[in-house]
């Protein structure tokens, strides 16, 4: 079972970029697809929360939102057991708690809430226009 924390959320303005990370530990990393969601004001369900961005452990592959590509990056570090989420050209309507996700089922792309089984507690991130 793997334990993940999130780090790096912020008050930040349009246009602005942040670096979240999340930091696993209680099991091997690399066993793991790794996944960002993030949920909205008003949404309280697990179930609402928002596919952000995916890697793959096999071969690192990425796969994004429509509304993040080419402005979010996800990363992994295996030998730090840490996900990485690089925001740029942060939107007012980036606006969300967001959380990291693992799953050590087999997806071609996990992109649901139920592909994973491991969560964060969350980190707040606020863009201002």
């Known amino acids: 079972q793997v334990q993940l924390v999130e780090s790096g959320g912020g008050l930040v303005q349009a246009g602005d970029s942040l670096r979240l990370s999340c930091a696993a530990s209680?099991?091997?990393?690399?066993?793991?697809?790794m996944g960002w969601f993030r949920q909205g004001p008003g949404k309280e369900r697990e179930q609402e929360r928002a596919?952000?961005?995916?890697?793959?452990?096999?071969?690192?592959?990425?796969y994004y939102q429509d509304s993040v590509k080419g402005r979010f990056t996800i990363s992994r570090d295996n030998a730090k057991n840490t996900v990485y989420l690089q925001m740029n050209s942060l939107k007012p309507e980036d606006t969300a708690v967001y959380y990291c996700?693992?799953?050590?089922?087999?997806?071609?792309?996990?992109?649901?809430?139920?592909?994973?089984?491991?969560w964060g507690q969350g980190t707040q991130v606020t863009v201002s226009s």
């Open positions: 996700a693992a799953t050590a089922r087999t997806f071609f792309v996990a992109r649901r809430t139920r592909d994973y089984d491991y």
């Open positions: 209680g099991d091997t990393f690399s066993r793991y697809d």
């Open positions: 596919f952000v961005a995916t890697i793959r452990r096999s071969d690192g592959s990425t």
